[in-house]
Each structure stands twice: as C-alpha cells, then as structure tokens.
C-alpha cells in the first residue's frame, strides 16, 4: 500500500522567511502533485511532477521531484502573508494518496 | 467550462437520515473520483466511477455507502443511517482520462447531529 508521508505537519514562518515542506512517499509513481488547501475550501493545484529531476516555480513557490529517492520538496521563498495554507502533496499509483498535509501560518 | 459542481455545500443530516451528494464532472470528463476529508486530516479515497461503472470502490466503508454515475445525470455518493462519524467533507473530482490530472469540486460538508 502506497503511503505518504509530509513533514512538518505544522509550520510557523515569519514573513520573508524560507523553508521547505518534505514529501515522501513509499512506491514509485509516475506523478505527484502539490495542492494548496485554504480553510473550509477545496483543492487549488499549484504543480504536477512527472519525471525525475522535474523543477516547477511560480512565484514564491518551487516543487522539486526526486523519484530515486521518492521525494519531493515545496520550498517556499520570502514567505508572505497570503501564502498561509495547508498544503497536501498527492502520489498517483492505482489511486490518488495525499499525505497529512502541512498547515502554514506566515506571521508578519 | 464550467469546473466541477457539487450540491448541496452543506448539508445536515440527524443521525439515522440518509445524505445524498451530487456531483457534476467537468465538461468532456467521464472520470469520478470521491475522498472524504475528516477534520484535521488530509483527503481520503473512497470511489473512483466511470458512466455507469464502479471501477474502484476499495476506500468505501463495506456499509451504509454506495456511489453511482449513471449515464444521465450527476454522481451521487449515499451514505444511509448517518452517524456522527460521517461528519466530514465530502470531495469529488474528475478527470478526463483515467488517473489523470484531477479537477477538485468545492465539497460538500456534511454535519451530523
């Protein structure tokens, strides 16, 4: 069974700080997906991952994909304000599995 | 293009009534999917349907739960006899092939009380 597995679970970040959310998951997949979750809303996609190596930005957000190592990193620059979330990584396999989700809170 | 519906937002049910949940796929997408969010949790699978098919249900709850996607008309997820362990978010997406990117409806949240 596919499990994934995000830390940390909770971050707190002062405005134009940086950090980076981990992503790990436990079989190879062909995709992954990052989703930014604001509260009772649904699911924004913010980036698909579909290969090795893969590098996505937009702006104060780059998602990085390492599947030798199942692996993938949100890193999050000069964080502001509007960025505060939960975000939820997601592994295709035979279903969509998320992890537990990182609930940001940027302070100013 | 419109994005994927669901109805009703919130719904509240007493313990014992039946919840319906619609779900209207994205133009173009026959590919239904449905996760329930528990509070503070991250999004379950539950059902993954084509028009008129289950194809997979392993996340479904062996009672009280059942999915359908006929050929006309919305998805609808029934739960029978709520209890208030049913109170979550109710999540459905679609897709336009099979585990394809998948577009998120807004949810339902159930209440059960």
């Known amino acids: 069974e596919l499990k994934v597995e995000q830390n940390p679970l909770f971050l707190s970040m002062q405005e134009g700080k940086n950090y980076t959310i981990y992503c790990n998951y436990s079989t190879t997949s062909d995709r992954l997906y990052w989703y930014r979750q604001d509260p009772g809303k649904s699911l924004e996609s913010l980036f698909v991952?579909?290969?090795?190596?893969a590098v996505k930005q937009e702006g104060r957000l780059m998602a990085s994909l390492d599947t030798k190592a199942r692996l993938s990193t949100l890193h999050i620059t000069a964080a502001v304000h509007d960025l505060s979330a939960t975000y939820f990584c997601a592994v295709s396999g035979s279903r969509l599995t998320f992890g537990e989700g990182t609930q940001l809170t940027v302070n100013p | 293009n419109a994005g994927v519906m669901q109805n009703p937002r919130h719904l509240v049910r007493r313990r014992g009534q039946e919840a319906r949940l619609r779900c209207s796929p994205m133009?173009?997408?026959?590919?239904v999917y449905w996760y329930r969010q528990l509070p503070e949790e991250g999004l379950k699978f539950m059902v993954y349907l084509q028009k008129e098919n289950i194809i997979d249900e392993s996340g479904m709850p062996k009672e009280r739960f059942s999915a359908e996607f006929p050929k006309e008309g919305p998805s609808i997820l029934r739960i029978q006899q709520v209890v208030r362990g049913d109170s979550a978010a109710y999540f459905c997406a679609s897709s336009p092939l099979v585990w394809d990117e998948q577009y998120f409806g807004p949810g339902t949240r159930l209440t059960v009380t």
């Open positions: 133009k173009g997408h026959s590919h």
């Open positions: 991952l579909l290969s090795n190596g």
